[in-house]
């Protein structure tokens, strides 16, 4: 069983910076960001894929329209990822939530569809002031 813990969200002005924290007890291949605006659907965020062999890095995975300001990374010892977001907009504001994949997988399309999730955390808060 996998439980996953988000912190770090909070209220911040445009063109600020929020790192949110993903704690995750139990063995995962990898974590993903996710986010809801009220009266939209859960989109994808990020994600980050550790279950690739030692010698490699892990791969990343970004929605097209959030890579260059969001980053994702992991300190595979705590067991924990993180999601650095920088010069932060209005529309940045939503409910943040992390996830584990319900398998090991090598394919983008895995990780952007919140489907083959399988562990949720109870999501944060993110909210950009203009």
């Known amino acids: 069983q996998v439980q996953l813990v988000e912190s770090g969200g909070g209220l911040v002005q445009a063109g600020g910076s929020l790192r949110l924290s993903c704690a995750a007890s139990?063995?995962?291949?990898?974590l993903g960001w996710f986010r809801q605006a009220p009266g939209k659907e859960r989109e994808f965020v990020a994600a980050i894929d550790w279950s690739a062999d030692r010698w490699s890095a892990p791969s990343r995975y970004y929605a097209d329209s959030l890579q260059g300001r969001f980053t994702i990374s992991s300190d595979n010892a705590k067991n924990t990822g993180y999601l650095q977001m920088n010069s932060l907009k209005p529309e940045d504001t939503a409910v943040y939530y992390c996830?584990?994949?319900?398998?090991?997988?090598?394919?983008?399309?895995?990780?952007?569809?919140?489907?083959?999730?399988?562990?949720w955390g109870q999501g944060t808060q993110v909210t950009v002031s203009s």
């Open positions: 996830a584990a994949p319900k398998a090991r997988s090598y394919s983008r399309s895995t990780y952007v569809t919140a489907a083959n999730y399988g562990y």
């Open positions: 139990g063995r995962t291949y990898g």
